[in-house]
């Protein structure tokens, strides 16, 4: 298990590049993260959703994800509520105080879903979330240390040098943890440094004198890491280097599935900007694009509390494209009813009024794998639906793509905003090499779905040339 000293560590990172280097080396391995807090899901072939980074590590495992590598998954509503998915489908709403009482009820559905997951491979490795050192969250911890004792799993402690004091980091976790707790890791190692790794002889041999702890390596600064997908939105703030096609992304309150960017990142010849609240929208804009959202009618109001909806009105008026992707899709109607409170206190809320659709809230979350068509073009796309509520009215007899034959989306009289359910819809190059060729870009025209293979494949060697890998491999024990 990798826990980490901190959020944003580069757990996710670390846990996807050791099971690409297991998987290169024949070891059948899966990928596993009891708890997880990420508005960023992807849906698995049986019908489920699990956070993001454990999607992408299953692809560094050469596997297909399952409901059972993250069996609970929290997705923020508000600062004080969340959405409960567990084993993959919504079991209902929670204030954050009362899942710090009953999370300890779901450590059986946690070790189910790890002992299944065992017993598919040789080697399980797991992702804790937040810090082990947060003691106050001990008592019912199914995330860190209360599930690794609970599985008997032996833990390496990741230590982040490039935010500064990783040597209090690591040390400081050890001075607080129980006895019990700290006799289950099994070492440290420090990530993201930059510069001669030499340097950090001193500070290294420091960090194993206090704590007693063996250390597996310090892992230089991981160049690539851009090109895979983000989980945090505290990450999707970063800009892409290319210049030319100026594509932007308002960072909605609770913004999800942001990774409907990262291909467009990835291309040279354009620039993605995710712009923060309280800046206006880049008046150079090419294209807009709304993202999805866990929170339709409470992103609508904090869109208009930023004044976006009066720069997507000037940025129209300049000839500039708008596209809403699922959430983002449902804010561009006319209307967003809820009646029954499915995503807050019921109600109406008037749309942006950019498509001529309606949408209406209603029970069930529609998630599935999909193979599409866009309308314009009738280039492939791959993708999933991530959503609840239904969108109809006049401009959807233009729809955005095809699913199956079944019309998905919708597009304005104009042609300039264009709105569609489909997640995931850059990843295949047709689609997107036809996308910016209809807007005069030229793209490579490569699936990005490549571009992660060979970048696991560069983190794995990244991180055989700096970490003891072997040593890493030996700590592993079988499970209870």
Excluded at 284 to 311: E, N
Excluded at 378 to 383: F, I, L
Excluded at 462 to 478: P, Y
Aim: some cysteine.
């Amino acid at each position: 298990m990798i826990q980490g000293t901190g959020s944003n560590v580069g757990k996710s990172m670390l846990v996807a590049g050791l099971c690409r280097v297991a998987a290169r080396r024949g070891i059948s391995v899966a990928p596993f993260k009891p708890q997880n807090m990420s508005n960023n899901a992807a849906v698995t072939a049986d019908g489920g959703e699990i956070g993001r980074a454990q999607a992408l590590q299953a692809v560094a495992c050469g596997r297909e994800p399952t409901v059972h590598m993250n069996p609970v998954l929290l997705k923020p509503e508000s600062d004080r509520a969340s959405q409960v998915v567990v084993q993959g489908k919504v079991r209902g709403r929670l204030q954050a105080s009362r899942f710090r009482e009953d999370r300890g009820a779901l450590l059986d559905v946690v070790l189910d879903s790890f002992h299944t997951l065992a017993e598919t491979a040789d080697l399980v490795i797991v992702e804790g979330a937040g810090s082990p050192a947060e003691v106050n969250l001990r008592r019912g911890d199914i995330a860190n240390m209360g599930f690794a004792c609970a599985a008997d799993v032996p833990v390496i402690l990741a230590g982040d040098i490039d935010r500064g004091g990783v040597i209090a980091q690591l040390v400081g976790t050890h001075a607080v943890l129980s006895p019990e707790d700290r006799r289950q890791i099994a070492g440290f190692l420090v990530n993201k440094f930059r510069g001669d790794v030499s340097l950090f002889d001193d500070g290294y041999a420091a960090i194993e004198h206090h704590t007693g702890w063996p250390g597996f390596g310090v892992l230089p600064w991981f160049d690539a890491a851009h090109l895979l997908p983000a989980e945090d939105a505290v990450d999707v703030g970063r800009s892409g280097a290319g210049q030319g096609y100026h594509v932007v992304c308002p960072m909605l309150s609770r913004i999800a599935n942001f990774d409907d960017l990262d291909p467009l990142r990835a291309e040279p010849d354009v620039r993605v900007s995710m712009v923060p609240p309280g800046r206006a929208l880049p008046g150079d804009a090419d294209l807009v694009i709304l993202p999805g959202t866990k929170s339709t009618r409470a992103d609508l109001d904090f869109l208009r509390q930023q004044g976006w909806d009066i720069d997507l009105r000037a940025h129209l008026r300049r000839g500039g494209t708008v596209l809403g992707i699922c959430g983002g899709y449902q804010i561009l109607g006319t209307r967003i009813d809820d009646p029954e409170g499915i995503e807050g206190p019921p109600g109406t809320t008037e749309g942006l009024g950019l498509l001529n659709v309606t949408t209406r809230m209603q029970p069930g979350k529609t998630l599935t794998r999909v193979q599409a068509r866009h309308a314009a073009t009738g280039a492939a796309m791959d993708g999933y639906e991530i959503h609840i509520g239904e969108t109809t009215g006049p401009d959807c007899d233009r729809p955005f793509s095809h699913f199956d034959q079944v019309p998905d989306g919708a597009i304005s009289e104009s042609g300039r905003v264009m709105g569609t359910y489909l997640h995931g819809l850059f990843s295949k190059g047709a689609f997107r090499h036809a996308f910016l060729a209809e807007r005069g870009q030229h793209s490579g025209g490569a699936d990005y779905t490549a571009t992660v293979e060979q970048t696991l494949d560069a983190l794995a060697e990244h991180m055989e040339s700096h970490l003891d890998i072997d040593a890493i491999l030996k700590v592993a024990r079988a499970s209870k």
